[in-house]
């Protein structure tokens, strides 16, 4: 069974940091997509940015550029969310999403990813 599962939320003070887990199971992360999304109270779910193990790192929202940051770590087969210098409006529920098994493929467009995980939230304080 292909499943994604986020943790790590929390609640932090403005300009601290938080490290976001998304643990996959059901395929390796040889060839793969991981989509963070988010959602914030009373609005739309929004693409943050998107990691491909073929061409890196694309981001949808220019407020994180230079702040949040993926890694993976192939032996716990788990993608990372750093997210630096917080600020309140990243406040919101994150949620990591993965199209079909073997696909390397990043989108903005949420209805494209089949596996989606319950969702962290994430809290900033001002």
């Known amino acids: 069974e292909v499943r994604v599962v986020e943790s790590g939320g929390a609640l932090v003070q403005a300009g601290g940091s938080l490290r976001l887990s998304c643990a996959a199971s059901?395929?390796?992360?040889?060839?793969?997509?991981i989509g963070w999304f988010r959602q914030a109270p009373g609005k739309e779910r929004e693409a943050v940015l998107c990691?491909?193990?073929?061409?890196?790192?694309?981001f949808f929202d220019d407020s994180v550029k230079g702040r949040f940051t993926i890694s993976s770590d192939k032996d716990k087969n788990t993608v990372y969310l750093q997210m630096n210098s917080l600020k309140s409006e990243d406040t919101a529920v994150y949620y990591c999403?993965?199209?079909?098994?073997?696909?390397?493929?990043?989108?903005?467009?949420?209805?494209?990813?089949?596996?989606w995980g319950q969702g962290t939230q994430v809290t900033v304080s001002s």
């Open positions: 059901g395929f390796t992360l040889d060839a793969y997509a």
């Open positions: 990691f491909s193990s073929y061409d890196g790192i694309t």
């Open positions: 999403a993965a199209p079909s098994v073997g696909s390397t493929w990043c989108s903005q467009d949420g209805y494209k990813y089949t596996y």
